[in-house]
């Protein structure tokens, strides 16, 4: 097992050497997205309408973030990992049409996108449930929100961070999943640097 800070936007050279068992940081701009966002990225490509935000080599986060406002300006209060099966049906088209490196959430997504993470160099990155404060103190600005109109959960938040993790690379570019192989002593390891974080 590695570790590695990575900036974003991340290249595949970089995404090919992630392994399953490795641990992430990660820095830079993230985007959330969820069913929704997901459903309007894909619409988006339909019509033939360029995105308001750039996802080339980027990362996605499968998340619903608490928000507020305060002097006039969006900040993250809490931002936890949705459950990424949610978006096993739209992921791939995702993938394809925006070419990203990255997808950060909770649970995993269903083994038959390894094959599209393989041909796209994607990796799946598996965020720590129960910690979306400890998380949101990752969070050093947000720098913009789209499709604000579906909600503050759906809509796409544009976040600047500061090592956001650990997250664990659970699916990668070379068709290995920790779901698979049900690896327990590599969640205990996340589990401990969690706790470690906290103290």
């Known amino acids: 097992m590695a570790s590695f800070e990575l900036k974003t936007p991340i290249s595949k050279e970089t995404i090919s050497k992630l392994k399953v068992g490795d641990v992430v940081y990660l820095n830079g701009v993230i985007y959330t997205a969820r069913d929704e966002a997901h459903l309007e990225i894909i619409k988006y490509h339909k019509k033939g309408k360029e995105l308001p935000f750039n996802l080339e080599n980027g990362v996605i986060y499968h998340a619903g973030p608490i928000m507020k406002k305060?002097?006039?300006?969006?900040?993250?209060?809490?931002?936890?990992?949705?459950?990424?099966?949610?978006?096993?049906?739209?992921?791939?088209?995702?993938?394809?049409?925006?070419?990203?490196?990255?997808?950060?959430?909770?649970?995993?997504?269903?083994?038959?996108?390894?094959?599209?993470?393989?041909?796209?160099?994607?990796?799946?990155?598996?965020?720590?449930?129960?910690?979306?404060?400890?998380?949101?103190?990752?969070?050093?600005?947000?720098?913009?929100?789209?499709?604000?109109?579906?909600?503050?959960?759906?809509?796409?938040?544009?976040?600047?961070?500061?090592?956001?993790?650990?997250?664990?690379?659970?699916?990668?570019?070379?068709?290995?999943?920790?779901?698979e192989e049900v690896n327990e002593k590599v969640f205990e390891n996340l589990k401990m640097m969690v706790q470690s974080q906290k103290i």
């Open 70 to 179: 305060e002097n006039d300006k969006w900040v993250c209060v809490a931002i936890g990992p949705t459950t990424s099966a949610r978006m096993n049906n739209t992921e791939e088209e995702v993938i394809k049409v925006t070419n990203l490196s990255a997808i950060v959430g909770k649970g995993g997504m269903k083994k038959e996108l390894l094959k599209t993470f393989k041909e796209h160099k994607v990796v799946y990155l598996a965020a720590p449930g129960g910690c979306a404060a400890l998380l949101a103190n990752c969070i050093k600005e947000v720098k913009n929100v789209y499709f604000l109109e579906l909600g503050m959960p759906e809509a796409v938040w544009e976040l600047e961070v500061e090592n956001f993790g650990p997250l664990i690379v659970a699916m990668d570019a070379h068709g290995n999943s920790i779901y």
